[in-house]
């Protein structure tokens, strides 16, 4: 396979000193016998050359040309047939006073961007971001690494560039419910974010949290149901929206994404969701794992218990525990005092709805107190950790999982209060919008087939 390598590299040899000059011809490989391999022009004036996971670099340039010539191999110094090749090691090839320099990447690394709680134009008490700046911060993660300068630096693999592969927003969107605060409607948030990525060709993928579907109640001061007309119409738009994006990136994953639900008639059915990227399983919640589906009459609504969708989950996870995975959903595990609330549909003031018919995972039991941790645990918690820890991907015994809604970064280890072992790392993203932490997100490295490797929060 004959390669078009664009850069040139031209030595002043007076100075000793190797100048980079991009130009339109240079020197071109033919590489073994069934060996497919991408090239980009690096800006800093070196051509990567990256090669599938495991390709063996002795034997792999069996013949050179310069400028669309055949030259004899053994005129360039160091001969590329014969001189040892390392992955991510800079290698410079002379010929007729001119060097081209290239480096050897191995396809096993891949990065993605965490960030949450956009909540466009919501403004203040929310900390709210803009339109143009939500805009700005897509462009620059969109472009991060593409100028050939490192944005973090990676103890995993210290020579590699970080670039985008993936993106991802973990909920609260924008405005309650909707552009304006109730229309359902999400295109301030879409046109800012998702339409953007779709210019850039870069999977883009969002949940819904709570300002985006209805919490069963909204707060003390105003205790009626979060379901109202309007309500129920936004949450179907909100899930509307989320599959209909889904949809249009569908093809870009290894496998297509498979909905969660309880398999019976809702008008509003959290729809969570799971797909395969780059031989890695993403686990993606709606709000969370254990947000209630619920039929909606002219006069009254009925909630359900979720049951139906952790089992068809633990199903999955059953199905699938050989592939490396990672875990999302809005609300975190740990970070936040009042954190264990939402765990148990509660407002600010201990009101939620219970489930028509029984619930072995407390949606929501009678006499439970206020954000009271126990329960949260023994009902939801332990049981949803369980299931996640039968997936690949653990590192050391940790299931990785990534968070918003606190609007601060945080680190946190939620430990099985049953003491078996189940463990989950949840990394809390800090909001974009956050006045003392802006412009925030995690930049993650994934190694292909093993999931997460390294975390580093930085800003966009």
Known sequence: MKLR???TFSILWMSLAVVFARGTQGMTFTFASGVNATV???????????????TDLSGLITEVWVDNSY?????????????KLNYDELKVFTYDNKAYGFRFVEDVWFCAVFFSDCHINQGSGHDGTSQADMTNIMNNIIAMGKDGNKKVTFTAAPNLVPKTSIIFC????????????SSGTH?????????VAKTAGIPFIFIAGNHDISPDYWTGDNPDKGVTSSGANADSKTISAIKNNNSYWNSTFDEGIEYFTTGNSRDFEPSHFTFKFKDVRFYCSNC??????????WTSTTYYAPDNVINALNTFVDNHKEEASVWMQHYP??????????????NDVGLYIPASGSSIYGSCDSGVGQNDADFANTKKKNPLSDIMMKAGGKVDGKVQHFSGHYHRFDDKTYENTNNNGSMVRDYTVAAPGNSSQTNNAY?????????????IQTQF
């Open 333 to 346: 595990w740990l970070a936040g005092s009042d954190c264990n609330r939402w765990w148990l549909d509660q």
């Open 187 to 195: 295109d301030n948030f879409l046109n800012c974010t998702a339409e």
């Open 71 to 83: 030259v004899d191999a053994d005129q360039v110094t160091p001969n590329p047939t014969t001189t």
């Open 443 to 455: 930049v993650v490295l994934f190694k292909r087939g093993e999931g997460v490797k390294e975390v």
């Open 288 to 297: 969370y794992w254990f947000q209630k589906p619920y039929n909606r009459s």
């Open 40 to 54: 980009e022009q690096n800006a800093k004036g070196f051509t990567t050359v990256t090669l599938p996971a495991g």
């Open 170 to 181: 973990l909920g609260d969107i924008d405005q309650d419910k909707g552009d304006n605060g």
């Open 5 to 7: 390598l664009l850069t």
